[in-house]
């Protein structure tokens, strides 16, 4: 069982190009999250979906989109890379329907803006 | 808003006990949880206190207040392997879909 599988591990990205960061997810769980994560901070929600194409912002949403196309997927994309947004990045899903549900996460994208 | 406060850092000796306290504002309740993150690693999940009260999973426990917005992981018989950051969580108001977490406390544990 793969869990929550993210890629890349690693990147260099330059001022003002793009990537997607990829999600995958094989527990079939309905909701879904992408985190960042800052050196000695905690997490802030970029965006999240509850099922297969519906998404919505979390608390920074500025400077990324995502899509929800199939349960598994959720890509996260980065349009006109900043500095700002070196950090590390984290997928996350769980089942949803009950409070408290354990979130499981993948293990983080390192992205670095130069 | 939300707000969580949490201490930035604890040092604890190996063996002993450590308590972790959690402070949070939110206009909606649903629950604290906890989460602990090893250096580089991922976040993984501790405990879920939806009442007041202490929950307890090993040597691990919870404790919730709701009266007082505060609650606590409590960490026994501590292991060099329980050094990590430990975050607590609470949902967005207005929807459980959303988790709010704190900025986290780094536990050292020594010899």
């Known amino acids: 069982n793969a869990g929550v599988t993210q890629t890349p591990k690693f990147r260099i990205l330059k001022i003002g190009q793009s990537m997607t960061l990829q999600c995958t997810q094989d527990?079939?769980?309905?909701?879904m999250y992408w985190y960042r994560q800052d050196p000695g901070m905690g997490l802030k929600l970029i965006y999240y979906s509850v099922g297969a194409g519906i998404t919505d912002k979390g608390e920074v949403p500025n400077g990324y989109n995502v899509s929800r196309s199939t349960t598994e997927d959720f890509p996260l994309r980065l349009e006109l890379a900043a500095p700002s947004q070196t950090s590390v990045y984290f997928c996350?899903?769980?089942?949803?329907?009950?409070?408290?549900?354990?979130?499981?996460f993948g293990q983080g994208t390192r992205l670095t803006v130069v | 808003g939300q707000s969580l406060e949490q201490p930035s850092e604890v040092t604890a000796v190996e063996g002993a006990i450590v308590q972790i306290n959690c402070t949070y504002q939110t206009s909606g309740f649903y629950g604290l949880s906890w989460y602990q993150q090893h250096d580089g690693g991922a976040p993984t999940f501790l405990s879920y206190?939806?009442?007041?009260g202490l929950e307890e999973t090993g040597r691990f426990s919870s404790f919730l207040s709701r009266s007082d917005s505060y609650g606590y992981l409590l960490l026994q018989e501590l292991q060099m392997k329980d050094s990590a950051s430990y975050f607590c969580a609470v949902p967005y108001s207005g929807g459980y879909q959303k988790v709010t977490f704190g900025t986290g406390t780094k536990l050292q544990v020594i010899p």
């Open positions: 206190n939806a009442l007041d």
């Open positions: 527990m079939n769980h309905n909701y």
């Open positions: 996350a899903s769980q089942t949803g329907g009950m409070y408290g549900t354990e979130a499981f």
